[in-house]
Every structure is written in C-alpha cells, then in structure tokens.
C-alpha cells in the first residue's frame, strides 16, 4: 500500500505543474537578479559606447560639415573616398608598420623582463615598482618628456652621442621621415611596458615551479626552460597580451598627435589623426565616421582573425 500511494503522489500531474511553475520562477528570478546586476553597466555601454558606434555608421552615409542642420545623404561615397585617398593609405600602412614594431619591442622583451625580475632574490618589489611607474603617467606627460627626449639641440640622446664621438649619428629623430615611427614606437613601449610585465609576472606566478624541477633533472638549461615550459605556460596571458598591443598600435593617437600631430609631412599620420584632422580641421565629419568606422572594422577584424588562430592552434 505504501508504495502504491508513493508512485500515485509522485505521478500526480498536479503536484508535477506545481514543481514545473516552481522551477520556472525560480529560473526567472535569477534571470532579473543577474539582469540587474548587469543593467547599470549594460545601460553605461549602450549610451556611450554602442550608440555613437551606431550613429558614426549613419553619419557616415551623408555629407555634413558638423554645423549645418541639414545632411545629404551619399550612400557610399565617402568610403569610395577613403578608397582613393593616398594619405589615408599612407595612414593605415603607418599604423600596421606600428602593429609589427610594437609586437616585436613589446611582447617578447617584456616577457624576458619579468622573467627576469621573478629570479631577483632581493628588492624585486622595487624592480616591479620602477618599471611599472611610466604605466601610471598620462601619455600627455609621456608625450612632453620624449619630446624632450628626441629634442635634437638639447636632447639627451644626440648629446650622448657627440660625447662618444658618434654625433654624425645624432638626428632631428621626430623630424626625418625614416625615424619618427620607430621614435614613437619607442616612446609608446617606454609607456606600456610596466603593464604587459604585471600581467606576464602575474602568469608566473600560475606555473608549477616543480616542473622546472624535473627540468633541471633533465639537464636542461634556461634557455630551454624558457622555450619549452615558460612560453608555453604563458600563452593565455601571452595572447591575451598580444591583443591588447594589436588593439593599442590600431587605435593609437595622444601620443602621436602630442609629439608630431602626423608630421613631417604626414610620415607619421595614422587613422585616428588623420580623422580628427578631417572631423575638426577640415570640418569633414561625415568623411571623418567613414574613416573611424573602416578603423573599427579593422580593429574587430583583427581581434577575431587572432582569437580564430589561438582557439585552432588550442584545439
């Protein structure tokens, strides 16, 4: 009788509906606990960040000059602009010449850094401290001090080389086509160098160091610890590291504008000067979104073309 009566309650179709309903508030109650959690920040993107996205693209499709009250709408036509604007395509080739510089002074030398300041027995704390400080400056402040920098009467760098007797290598570094990008590059690494080596010392941290172990067992050296257990240890944070450079180069402009505002003739102009200039020199706002919006497209391009690559070479 008692298990007659149990498999009657627990096949009752009432008691069923009443555990289904209850499920189903308990689903939608986290559901709009998690939604207003979310909500505040949610709100916050979608005004600042997703709707003036969105009114870049309509903007972009007429002919305004910022002022007027009236637009006229041109499809495409500014984009078929961009397509035949030589400066813009020496402004786009100047910022992928900034991807590959800034991949190859930051990533990699950065790693061996904190490499390096993990080994330190004593005073690592001041190490990471003094290499993390320019991180903390504005790149206004970064702009002035390597301005100053590359100054070439009263710059440090032509001066030590005219005391060493090398000042036939002294130059206007910020004034000569072939190197005011790699100048910038450098000012720019100088900047974010202390915050690629946190993030490489914070995935040091996460490595069993008892594999390290059974590597000096092994007879191996540290070239080939490096090689073969850090890197690969490390390639979360690496990618992670390598987007944040990709997205930096693609999107770089205080400094830039601070130190050559895109000169000497526009051989340091990247996109997102060469819009400012067209959106609020020239009053060209319409041709400026078209320009900012081909750079958005590149950037999220970029990101997914590298995020596809890592989860391939993962799987």
């Known amino acids: 009788m008692y298990t007659n009566e149990s498999s009657t309650i627990i096949g009752n179709p009432v008691l069923?509906?009443?555990?289904?309903?209850?499920?189903?508030r308990s689903k939608v109650k986290k559901t709009l606990?998690?939604?207003?959690?979310?909500?505040?920040?949610?709100?916050?993107?979608?005004?600042?960040?997703?709707?003036?996205?969105?009114?870049?693209?309509?903007?972009s499709l007429f002919d305004w000059n910022g002022s007027s009250t009236t637009m006229n709408f041109v499809g495409l036509e500014n984009y078929l602009q961009l397509a035949k604007d030589d400066i813009f395509h020496k402004a786009l080739g100047h910022?992928?010449?900034?991807?590959?510089?800034?991949?190859?002074?930051?990533?990699?030398?950065?790693?061996?850094?904190?490499?390096?300041?993990?080994?330190?027995?004593?005073?690592?704390?001041?190490?990471?401290?003094?290499?993390?400080?320019?991180?903390?400056?504005?790149l206004a402040v970064v702009g002035v001090l390597w301005s100053k920098?590359?100054?070439?009467?009263?710059?440090?760098?032509?001066?030590?080389l005219s005391s060493i007797g090398l000042g036939f290598l002294a130059k206007n570094w910020l004034g000569e086509p072939a190197f005011v990008i790699p100048a910038l590059v450098i000012a720019s690494t100088w900047a974010f160098y202390g915050l690629y080596m946190i993030l490489f010392l914070a995935g040091l941290q996460?490595?069993?160091?008892?594999?390290?172990?059974?590597?000096?067992?092994?007879?191996?050296?540290?070239?080939?610890?490096?090689?073969h257990i850090t890197v690969p240890s490390l390639r979360n944070t690496m990618n992670l590291v390598i987007s944040m450079v990709i997205?930096?180069?693609?999107?770089?402009?205080?400094l830039i504008w601070l130190m050559t505002q895109g000169g000497p003739f526009y051989m340091s102009e990247v996109?997102?000067?060469?819009?400012?200039?067209?959106?609020f020199s020239m009053n060209q706002v319409s041709y400026a979104?078209?320009?900012?919006v081909v750079l958005g497209i590149i950037v999220i391009t970029f990101t997914i073309a590298f995020n596809y690559y890592r989860e391939r070479s993962e799987a």
């Open 289 to 292: 979104s078209a320009g900012s």
């Open 95 to 138: 910022n992928l010449l900034w991807v590959v510089l800034s991949l190859v002074l930051m990533v990699l030398p950065t790693l061996i850094l904190a490499v390096l300041i993990s080994k330190v027995k004593y005073g690592k704390t001041f190490f990471r401290a003094g290499f993390y400080l320019p991180s903390v400056l504005s």
């Open 247 to 254: 997205i930096h180069a693609l999107k770089g402009f205080a």
């Open 33 to 59: 606990t998690a939604l207003s959690f979310l909500a505040p920040a949610l709100l916050l993107y979608i005004i600042f960040m997703l709707y003036p996205m969105l009114d870049a693209v309509r903007y």
């Open 271 to 279: 996109v997102s000067t060469y819009v400012y200039k067209a959106a």
């Open 206 to 227: 996460n490595i069993d160091y008892q594999v390290y172990e059974a590597a000096d067992l092994d007879g191996a050296g540290p070239i080939r610890k490096f090689w």
């Open 16 to 24: 069923d509906k009443e555990r289904i309903k209850t499920k189903r």
């Open 149 to 160: 920098i590359y100054d070439p009467a009263m710059g440090p760098i032509n001066k030590l």
